[in-house]
């Protein structure tokens, strides 16, 4: 691979000056802005060798240099080693963004293919190569020159998905997004993430990795609801579907010449974090812009009833892969097995499989042990696997895909015979205290992540310590494990916290050369009350998986803490019981004993 990358760069700065372009700027991105994408997009791992899914690069006639954030610093120093590629740390305050830098290497020129760039980046670009006098060319597509064996896009069907697990009917689910826009004074929504998609029509597909979604354009107008794909995604019982609910099928490409073609005065609804710069250009200057975060995606992180029924029953059938996984591999290296971390991901996966309605996991599993675990999203694989022994740390890191919901959940085992050491007892303590603490936590409404992220970090930062990575993501219901709009972070995200979203809670810390430690629930934003002071939410924990009594020491802990645990291991006994074998049932009730 290494030897591979410095011939990569030259086949594309040979490109680059013939076009007169001095530095090409490659995301990771697709033309959805989707956080994982079909092979098809994948020129940024193409051009650099590294595999993480965030990052940026950029190449210049004589520099090149990869922009990725806190979770990827050690993999990235590894797969880079011998590229060529210089590391730049994007949470560092030295590191200067990328159209500065590209100024401050004196290039006049920049390249980008604007398809595949959220237009916010690239209006952001052309403020700051305005102010420098650098050129942008915002339709550079190096991809048949460079990447001679570039991969087809993906071409799986598309398929309904029953309104008993969705809650909601596409009539429904149009009417709303229709009343929406006119209240925001919006007239037609381009829509072009892939999940946004997926949840207004009804439909799942299989174009990208773990995420079940198709790749798909969309148009709402006042009397347009128009689905732009390869029609050979569309079977006829699908196509029916679509007639049915007055869903226009259109070709893939079609969007940008229909957009151009809307009525002038019209009021465009523009998510510039959500559609990519083609998109944005297209739209007709006499036209409005209506901006700000698209309907589409606020009304799907509120999850209606019958959502949130499904995810309950996706958390049950969750643990019980879980319990026997768990159960599984503790037994395995009490038999002095040969495991290894591969090992572990590939069984994760069948005891999952296992249950009814699973689709498959929704992430790549991250199963670390001892000092993998601090590279935050390591993904083992045959050339860096470790073996795993009864001595040590292991951090899994797993989700599934269940008709449902999603999954995602984090637990970090101690794998000792004997005593587990006291730094990683002193560690456990401080991340489920915090994980505790926001699990408890009761706000007002309007409240935003940024406002609450303190009630995970306190226990760290009391101790000068840190992780880099947010504390929540959403989740999406038989959608995308990572789902805007909300987060709770320390970066500052308008997005308020409302009843009815999902969203994981995950601390954790990362000591380099030992270990990783993180600990993950899902959580469901519940109405708490209302009082003179105005209305209260908070959180309802939907895991059920036991957390490592042998990492877990009460003097660390206050007695409401040492509560918590006891009614959470209760709670997550007697909804996983009845679905366990006598045996099983035995061992849970061990991992559940109270402390």
Not at 471 to 496: A, D, K, Y
Request: charged fraction near 25%.
């Amino acid at each position: 691979m290494y030897n591979s990358i410095p011939k990569r760069l030259a086949a594309l700065r040979n490109l680059m000056e013939t076009n007169a372009i001095e530095a090409c700027i490659i995301p990771t991105s697709d033309s959805h802005q989707g956080e994982y994408v079909s092979s098809h997009f994948k020129f940024r791992k193409y051009l650099s060798g590294f595999t993480g899914s965030a990052g940026t690069l950029v190449v210049g006639k004589d520099k090149a240099g990869l922009w990725t954030d806190s979770r990827y610093y050690l993999q990235a120093e590894q797969e880079l080693r011998g590229s060529g590629i210089d590391l730049f740390k994007t949470t560092l305050p030295e590191t200067p963004c990328i159209p500065e830098w590209i100024a401050e290497m004196n290039y006049r020129s920049a390249g980008i293919d604007g398809e595949v760039f959220a237009a916010r980046e690239v209006l952001k670009m052309i403020q700051v190569f305005n102010k420098h006098g650098v050129r942008l060319v915002d339709d550079f597509k190096p991809y048949t020159r460079v990447w001679p064996d570039r991969p087809d896009l993906p071409d799986s069907p598309f398929y309904v998905f029953p309104v008993g697990y969705a809650g909601k009917s596409v009539k429904e689910k149009l009417s709303e997004l229709r009343a929406e826009l006119s209240c925001q004074g919006a007239d037609y929504l381009p829509v072009s993430g892939l999940d946004d998609i997926a949840w207004l029509f009804n439909l799942r597909g299989s174009d990208v990795d773990f995420n079940p979604v198709g790749l798909a354009f969309a148009l709402i107008g006042p009397d347009i609801a128009n689905l732009y794909t390869d029609k050979n995604k569309i079977d006829e019982s699908t196509l029916a579907y679509l007639k049915k609910n007055n869903i226009q099928l259109r070709d893939y490409s079609a969007l940008y010449a229909d957009l151009s073609k809307l009525p002038a005065g019209s009021g465009v609804f523009t998510d510039t974090t959500r559609i990519n710069y083609f998109i944005y250009k297209h739209i007709p200057s006499n036209c409005r812009r209506v901006e700000g975060t698209a309907p589409t995606t606020a009304l799907k992180s509120i999850k209606n009833p019958v959502e949130i029924a499904g995810f309950r029953t996706a958390m049950q059938k969750e643990g019980v892969a879980l319990v026997r996984f768990w159960r599984w591999f503790e037994a395995a290296l009490e038999q002095g097995k040969e495991l290894y971390e591969t090992d572990l991901v590939r069984k994760m996966s069948e005891f999952r499989l296992e249950q009814d309605h699973c689709k498959g996991d929704s992430f790549h599993s991250i199963i670390s042990y001892n000092e993998h675990g601090a590279i935050v999203h390591y993904s083992p694989s045959e050339s860096t696997k470790a073996r795993i022994l009864p001595d040590g740390y292991l951090l899994v890191d797993t989700g599934g895909q269940y008709l449902e919901g999603t999954t995602d959940i984090t637990r970090t085992f101690s794998l000792y015979r004997g005593a587990t050491p006291e730094e990683f007892k002193q560690d456990y303590a401080r991340i489920l205290k915090g994980n505790i603490a926001l699990s408890e936590c009761i706000f007002p409404t309007h409240t935003r992540g940024s406002q609450l992220d303190i009630m995970a970090r306190q226990f760290l930062w009391k101790d000068l310590l840190q992780y880099g990575h947010g504390t929540c993501h959403g989740i999406g219901h038989f959608l995308n494990v990572h789902e805007g709009p909300q987060s709770i972070r320390m970066e500052e995200n308008p997005e308020l916290i409302k009843a009815g979203m999902v969203m994981s809670n995950e601390p954790g810390i990362y000591r380099t050369g030992k270990y990783g430690l993180r600990i993950e629930n899902m959580m469901l934003v519940i109405e708490k009350g209302e009082s003179e002071f105005g209305q209260f939410l908070g959180f309802e924990t939907l895991s059920l998986c036991p957390l490592e009594l042998k990492a877990i020491e009460k003097k660390y802990y206050t007695g409401q803490e040492i509560d918590w645990i006891n009614a959470y291991h209760r709670f997550v006994y007697n909804r996983l019981s009845a679905f366990l074998s006598e045996e099983e049932k035995a061992w849970l009730a061990l991992k559940t004993k109270e402390i």
